[in-house]
């Protein structure tokens, strides 16, 4: 009943299968191989059109590269107050960036809106004594696992490039977003006015690999060289390529994010109702927020149960954690069977009425 | 006949192996695992004391942490003019160091030797105009494929730590030399003088496998932050020690850097029997560096065969590269069989009499 | 009636006549002169004890310096969340601080406390995902014209220290507060905790004098690498140091700042004895911050008065200003004049009648 | 017999004054005063076109500012390997430039060629371990007192150009080389190819007085938020600004270099007539570089005469420093007067004569 992470678990069986399967013979290093360029013309395929894709070794890698390619080392990044660039990457931007400043704003469930964007603009003093605005980050899905939907990634592009803002989408759970939308990968992205994305595979199904990918090629002059002196460029790159392959084969992506998704779904209806308990936020991808008794929380941990207690930050108006309350997260994976939405379901219930 | 570099093949069979191993089940991500715990305490015996052990997915990122930790930002990196931090890692140090600056010095083979570091320490003006020299940087084996002797490291060391420089050892190919030397892991780091480590394990026999070693722990404190914002803090990090893991058990390690030394030299003499060939530098790891007649080397591309041309600026007093010459590497691994170098060989043989 | 700032007039005739008469002869450059060792020698004098002394060439220069000093580029440095150096210096900490984080703490009138700085520890939630802290700055005066009592300071000092924060001073108007406290400059820094100063110049007389103040002598370890790579080590010297030389002279820099004191507090006082009119904070050093109605302000603007409206983000608990209102800023400096007072004074009067 | 630098004097009575004229009332702060606006379109009158100009303090903030706008943080800026931007600012460009790098090049007397150019970027082996050459930095005069004539300038950009990189011409001693040269500065700059220039006033009459200047416009963009960011907005920017405005006027500044110059001819002529001593390097602007018996040398410096010892690494082939010669560098100023040429050539002469 580990509940802790998506990046709790290995790899699935598919992609463990193609790093055996390319590990034999010579290769070129770097990315000179086949399989990373079979990768690369792949992900053009799934976001329908020409794009500039960098395999790196890490999610806060591919963020911390992206913003420093969008903002320059004077400028600032908008992003939530919350978000994982902001607040769980230990300045990885601002390192990257070259001291750059991220700007939090803040959001119900840790989304960006068009009008908070807009407020904040309104906010800034202007003048030199301020970075310019020069890039926005928004997560999909977010820290609190909620889903911007197209309309609302549409608006927030909008603003974000009315006000000289490139976009960056946090796609660390981009899969379970896209499923959750039911929508393509491009219209996720580039239709909608991303410029650029980090695209997460470790959480959904592999051991490491990740991409950043760039719609507006402009930002990808020169790209290679911000990847080569970060350290993210892997000399035996078919270990993150080969993932990459079997990941996108036979839509195996899709299927494991839905798989993740519909045990989140499974164990929020479970435990939403039951008495005491319900959700912080819609459960919207493959993680479930839910406020419940903190002794029946501390039972659940005793009887061997694990998941992160949250913060209330981005609670929706009118809604708290009361004293005797806690907010916690529980996070679903491709591995998660329903025997283990089961099982916790089981001791939330009974430690629930023994709560009484 | 593929001898391009060490990082073309994947990894060895065991090391394989192990990755697979170690997917099944949850475990706690960032390094909190049992695999990665175990890993470094196999790292303190087999250097036979407490060192604090970080690992990281590639030798830029390993070299490029050490160099900032041990260097402010507001000095100097003293290393070789032909060192990989100062020459192939695009400017790598210089972005983790946070705008610290390496010095070049000179020496055959892309040796260092105590002399070259006092010639380079007089030579310095003083004063406030150049940043103060505060550590050194020794490829162990170096980019020419030559190993410093233990006495050689305790001078270099010596030298350095008396005019205030930590001592950073660039061991990408750290097993290569262990083996050539025949010397303890302690005797060619710590022992010697040697303050921090990279640890390199990809080059020989892992898909992806590197740690920074901190000798001197003082130097330790902190380290996981400066990993974390570099974003080489690895999520599912069973990946990195579960190769390490396979790669010490039963000298696994040892083992391969053993055959890949042999592959080596078996090609060397080979070569250096031929006429019209020489040795540019000893081989005493898992490099060949041969001058060889420029029809001979075009014959053997043509004839399938690969590697690279090297700069010939480390070249002993009064050897050179004459204009019909060139100066080639060759790079053996772990994965090089003696089919190979009987193959490369007999080409280079053939086409050498042909060529005269 | 220019109230905008007190960076708006020139030096005082004393400090300008200092620079004419250094102004003679060849002397040592990059602060080898005569005059700076004596300026240092002075300093060391004023504070009674030894400290390192680094003279540069402004406020913004000062602060991000000494905050890079204070906190490695992986840490973070707590300031109060309007502080000038987190809100007005365009990303200057961070870029000198290679990527460091400033995180923002609250507090009536841009004051820290003791309370709030163990509210946001209490709030880090630890681990490797957040940049340690390492340092806290807060400003003497505060950027809402407050000052902190030598209990405050000693009381923020203490928690700093106690949770492994070097303490830093903003001291861009450390005379003012010196003068409203009544102590001694090493009651107001050292003595109650303070590890470095930006001790300002600028504001209070001089032309362009800033300098670093070390009282804990390992911070200043090596800061002239960092002054001259900041591009702030002055060649001809002495246009700074001769600057202090006769701002020190005869206590002439105490006497600027109570006279500059004094206008802001007869400003203050003749401004909240008209109806409409309030204090948003008390008026403790050359800053009055006043509350009026908004047409009042207009009409003082039309007149020719010259002022700043200033953010309402850290009023006292029950205090606002409404939406007819508005909050002003209004500096003195060691030129106005009890004429500009008076007139402003006499406008403010008038407006404000016809405003009923 | 000060001949250490041009930087050990003060400013000329002219700029003196200036800076006391501009002393008096309220300006606006942060450039924004009249006596700036006006400076700034006096260089757009001077360089005979829109240019875009930030003061600042020092030269080595006015280098490393230029080179950071030019060069991207992965990328390399080429330079005189004696330029003083790589060997004599402590790292300030790679400070400046988020760890970008400097390359050097050779050059009799620090100058560039086109043919150095080419060379370098032929033995650039290209691919991602090398950071891209994207700027080029010249020194106007050089290090070694010598003068790119305008075809060397032209051919030097052009070469540039043609390969990517933006010019910068470091002119710390811009008016002793334009009136070395003879002709007007937009010949020099511009209409030479030069993109960006770091005009010093400071060695040549000014207290403290630079500026970054940009003649193509596309690089100025944002350039007050690096300048702000990194402490070069100076408060009350009359200091800087008054002293352009005297130094400008009535072609003040290009009688001060011609003064400088004429003394740096008359002190060379004098010298190199003397048995035994002969020019590194001819005299071009305001610095003579000799080579002379080191027993004179030391007589000289018995009697009082200040001068600093030099480099040979930049002597024309051929030229050499014999063991019992050193090589020395005179340098002179608006204030430098033929009576102390006399008393310098008086003492060599005689110190001369007894060395023999």
């Known amino acids: 009943m580990n509940f802790a992470s998506d990046n709790i678990v290995g790899a699935s069986p598919q992609v463990l299968d193609a790093i055996a399967a390319a590990n034999t013979g010579a290769l070129p290093s770097y990315g000179g191989d086949a399989i990373t360029k079979r990768v690369e013309a792949r992900f053009a395929e799934i976001f329908e059109r020409d794009c500039a894709v960098f395999l790196v070794t890490t999610g806060t890698a591919a963020n911390a590269l992206a913003i420093s390619a969008l903002t320059p080392p004077y400028a600032a990044c908008m992003t939530h107050e919350e978000s994982h660039a902001i607040d769980d990457e230990c300045g990885a931007p601002e390192f990257f960036g070259g001291g750059c400043k991220l700007v939090g704003v803040p959001g119900v469930g840790a989304k960006l809106s068009a009008e908070a964007i807009r407020t904040c603009i309104a906010n800034e003093p202007g003048g030199v004594n301020h970075p310019p605005l020069r890039s926005l980050s928004l997560s999909q899905a977010t820290e609190c696992g909620m889903i911007h939907t197209l309309d609302e990634i549409r608006s927030i592009a909008e603003t974000a490039h009315g006000h000289g803002m490139a976009v960056h989408m946090d796609g660390a759970r981009f899969a379970n977003a896209l499923v959750s939308l039911g929508c393509t990968p491009a ?170």
């Open 187 to 356: 219209e996720m992205t580039w239709k909608a006015g991303v410029d650029c994305l980090s695209f997460g595979g470790t959480k959904n199904g592999c051991l490491m690999a990740e991409a950043v990918v760039f719609f507006d090629l402009q930002w990808a002059k020169d790209f290679i060289y911000r990847r080569k002196r970060a350290g993210q460029t892997v000399s035996k790159g078919r270990l993150i390529s080969a993932q990459f392959d079997a990941y996108f084969a036979q839509d195996h992506w899709l299927y494991l994010a839905r798989h993740a998704n519909a045990m989140a779904r499974a164990l929020s209806d479970g435990l939403a109702a039951l008495p005491g308990f319900r959700r912080a936020w819609p459960t919207q991808a493959n993680e479930a927020f839910i406020i419940l008794p903190g002794k029946v929380a501390s039972a659940l941990r005793s009887a061997g149960a694990m998941f992160h207690e949250w913060t209330d930050k981005s609670l929706p108006a009118g809604e708290a954690v009361a004293d005797n309350e806690v907010l916690i997260r529980l996070v679903t994976s491709f591995q998660t069977t329903s025997e283990m939405i089961e099982a916790f379901l089981a001791i939330a219930r009974s430690t629930s009425i023994q709560a009484k």
